[in-house]
């Protein structure tokens, strides 16, 4: 049975494309989504994202998508929830599913132009406490 989905997203087109992948898969096992995403770094003075920021903060930005994202689920009829890590993307996704207790990760095959999977993909696919979906979007 399948009730927690969890699926790793950056706001990307291909990590869009996970999410809508997850959604579907919630609506049809009336599960609920974990919308999981990973950020490095720290803010820095003037490499702002828009008019008039002083700071740019990778956290505060993925607050930003995560929380876009979860409110059109929500408005979908999703039961949604966030999680956020911080350093390696892999290892931060394996480590939030684990804790979300999920019974499959989704993740978009981003950057996976050859036939061999990405770094991030395969060492998700290969560490994961559950099934992991990778949505071909290449």
């Known amino acids: 049975m399948i009730s927690t989905i969890a699926v790793g997203t950056d706001g990307s087109e291909t990590a869009s494309k996970a999410v809508e992948v997850a959604a579907e898969m919630a609506r049809r ?4 989504v974990v919308l999981m995403s990973v950020y490095g770094g720290t803010a820095r003075a003037g490499a702002g994202g828009g008019e008039g920021d002083l700071a ?9 998508i995560l929380s876009r994202t979860e409110q059109a689920l929500k408005l979908d009829g999703i039961d949604c929830a966030t999680r956020t890590g911080r350093g390696n993307p892999a290892k931060a996704l394996v480590e939030i599913a684990e804790q979300c207790h999920a019974d499959v990760l989704v993740i978009g095959n981003k950057g996976m132009q050859r036939k061999v999977l990405g770094s991030v993909p395969n060492s998700v696919a290969h560490n994961a406490p559950c099934s992991v979906l990778v949505v071909k979007t290449t």
Do not use: L, R
Request: hydrophobic share 45%; charged share 30%; glycine share 0%.
């Open 29 to 32: 096992f009336d599960a609920k």
């Open 56 to 64: 740019w903060s990778p956290a505060a930005q993925i607050e930003e």
